[in-house]
């Protein structure tokens, strides 16, 4: 009965990941029609993006709370809420805040599901943490190749942008239903959450996190807004040309996260994910220096950089192990908000250096990441 349990817990988990990356897939074919019927320019949009941000790093930041507080179940639940609700205004926002106000309440409502899924998935899978971690993000990249397949063919024949978030919000509906079904586990602290709280924040191994987070987030984050812009500026391709290359890159990404978790349960979490970093780093930057011939090299690149994050969060829950959803919480809080400095300063560089000088950042952050790991797994062990 048990395992009945934590089969549909693990489905609902699947689930959640599939349908908010059919959400988010729909930002790339949506905006320019953003940009017409609200009347906005890109810096505006910008804007109202950066709002979704916002909601993620609050998501975040309160899910970790939350968790330890109330129980999982009751996260769950107000993430599936929060995320319904702003899928099921998407399609009546008539002005610019409404649009911002349903991207704010996307970023909060599935950040409180990542930091849920994110520390109990490996409470139910010990022994294999690493396979049921990419296995549950490998269905957000799954989610995310079903989004860009149908998307671009609906608006094509005609559907409005407003009907099929309408048919989203079916899906998210569903959602809310599941969350009264799942059995989440209870997981005891039996010392004061106060007390162990104020010792995360003094330990430096939590910093450490953060920054490796931090140029995870940053290096993925470089590829996929940067990948076709680069193909385009610096070799003219055609959208259709510099497309395929990036389908290569997300199928690859997909994959590798289906597939990751069995090798590293092969290698052990942090020696492969230091081999995986590696890996990518060395493709984009080969791809970099073969210049034209070789995209399908950085396109490759997907399959490395698909495991880290996910992987970090299981090696968060090994360091970490009696206040996991809140150091959690509090890493992806703290590691968002200096991504998105970085990632800003990364869109200077593109302006003022030009895109294929500003790729290098991509491969730069995945080896200081190596770095960051190697120096966790050195403090870990000395603890």
Same mark, same amino acid.
């Given at each position: 009965?048990?395992?009945?349990?934590?089969?549909?817990?693990? %489905?609902?988990?699947?689930?959640?990941?599939?349908?908010?990356?059919?959400?988010?897939?729909?930002?790339?074919?949506?905006?320019?029609? %953003?940009?017409?019927?609200?009347?906005?320019?890109?810096?505006?949009?910008?804007?109202?993006?950066?709002?979704?941000?916002?909601?993620?790093?609050?998501? &975040?930041?309160?899910?970790?709370?939350?968790? *330890? @507080?109330?129980?999982?179940?009751?996260?769950?639940?107000?993430?599936?809420?929060?995320? &319904?609700?702003?899928?099921?205004?998407?399609?009546?926002?008539?002005?610019?805040?409404?649009?911002?106000?349903?991207?704010?309440?996307?970023?909060?409502?599935?950040?409180? /599901?990542?930091?849920?899924?994110?520390?109990?998935?490996?409470?139910?899978?010990?022994?294999?943490? &690493?396979?049921?971690?990419?296995?549950?993000? %490998?269905?957000?990249?799954?989610?995310?190749?079903?989004?860009? &397949?149908?998307?671009?063919?609906?608006?094509?024949?005609?559907?409005? /942008?407003?009907?099929?978030?309408? +048919?989203?919000?079916?899906?998210?509906?569903?959602?809310?239903? #599941?969350?009264?079904?799942?059995?989440?586990?209870?997981? @005891?602290?039996?010392?004061?959450?106060? *007390? @162990?709280?104020?010792?995360?924040?003094?330990?430096?191994?939590?910093?450490?996190?953060?920054?490796?987070?931090? #140029?995870?987030?940053?290096?993925?984050?470089?590829?996929?807004? /940067?990948?076709?812009? +680069?193909?385009?500026?610096?070799?003219?391709?055609?959208?259709?040309?510099?497309?395929?290359?990036?389908?290569?890159? +997300?199928?690859?990404?997909?994959?590798?996260?289906?597939?990751?978790?069995?090798?590293?349960?092969?290698?052990?979490?942090?020696?492969?994910?230091?081999?995986?970093?590696?890996?990518?780093?060395?493709?984009?930057?080969?791809?970099?220096?073969?210049?034209?011939?070789?995209?399908?090299?950085?396109?490759?690149?997907? %399959? #490395?950089?698909?495991?880290?994050?996910?992987?970090?969060?299981?090696?968060?829950?090994?360091?970490?192990?009696?206040?996991?959803?809140?150091?959690?919480?509090?890493?992806?809080?703290?590691?968002?908000?200096?991504?998105?400095?970085?990632?800003?300063?990364?869109?200077?560089?593109?302006?003022?250096?030009?895109?294929?000088?500003?790729?290098?950042?991509?491969?730069?952050?995945?080896?200081?990441? +190596?770095?960051?790991?190697?120096?966790?797994?050195?403090?870990?062990? @000395?603890?």
């Amino acid at each position: 009965m048990k395992d009945n349990k934590n089969i549909f817990l693990i %489905f609902t988990a699947f689930y959640i990941y599939f349908i908010m990356a059919l959400f988010e897939s729909t930002r790339g074919n949506f905006v320019p029609f %953003f940009l017409k019927e609200f009347h906005i320019n890109n810096t505006q949009m910008s804007l109202v993006l950066t709002f979704n941000t916002i909601g993620s790093i609050i998501g &975040s930041f309160l899910g970790g709370h939350l968790c *330890e @507080k109330y129980g999982h179940k009751f996260v769950f639940f107000i993430g599936a809420l929060t995320a &319904s609700a702003a899928v099921l205004i998407a399609p009546f926002a008539s002005n610019i805040f409404l649009l911002t106000l349903f991207n704010f309440l996307f970023g909060l409502g599935r950040a409180l /599901w990542a930091v849920t899924v994110d520390s109990i998935i490996p409470v139910l899978s010990i022994g294999f943490e &690493s396979i049921l971690m990419n296995i549950t993000h %490998f269905m957000y990249g799954l989610g995310s190749l079903t989004g860009q &397949s149908i998307y671009g063919i609906l608006l094509e024949y005609g559907l409005h /942008w407003r009907k099929i978030y309408l +048919y989203l919000g079916v899906f998210f509906v569903i959602s809310v239903v #599941f969350t009264f079904f799942i059995k989440a586990p209870g997981i @005891k602290i039996n010392i004061n959450r106060e *007390e @162990k709280r104020k010792e995360l924040y003094k330990n430096p191994i939590i910093y450490l996190f953060v920054a490796a987070v931090t #140029f995870a987030f940053l290096s993925e984050s470089v590829v996929y807004t /940067w990948f076709i812009s +680069y193909m385009r500026t610096s070799y003219g391709f055609n959208p259709g040309d510099a497309a395929k290359y990036a389908t290569v890159y +997300y199928f690859l990404f997909a994959l590798g996260r289906l597939a990751g978790g069995f090798i590293l349960n092969k290698t052990g979490n942090v020696k492969g994910l230091k081999l995986y970093l590696l890996s990518g780093a060395f493709c984009i930057l080969t791809g970099l220096l073969l210049r034209d011939k070789g995209l399908l090299v950085i396109a490759a690149s997907g %399959f #490395f950089m698909s495991i880290v994050f996910p992987t970090l969060m299981v090696i968060t829950n090994t360091v970490f192990k009696e206040t996991t959803s809140f150091a959690i919480g509090l890493i992806t809080t703290l590691g968002n908000i200096f991504f998105m400095i970085f990632f800003n300063v990364t869109g200077a560089l593109n302006d003022f250096a030009g895109t294929f000088a500003a790729f290098f950042i991509a491969p730069a952050s995945m080896i200081i990441c +190596y770095a960051i790991i190697t120096l966790i797994d050195r403090k870990a062990v @000395k603890e």
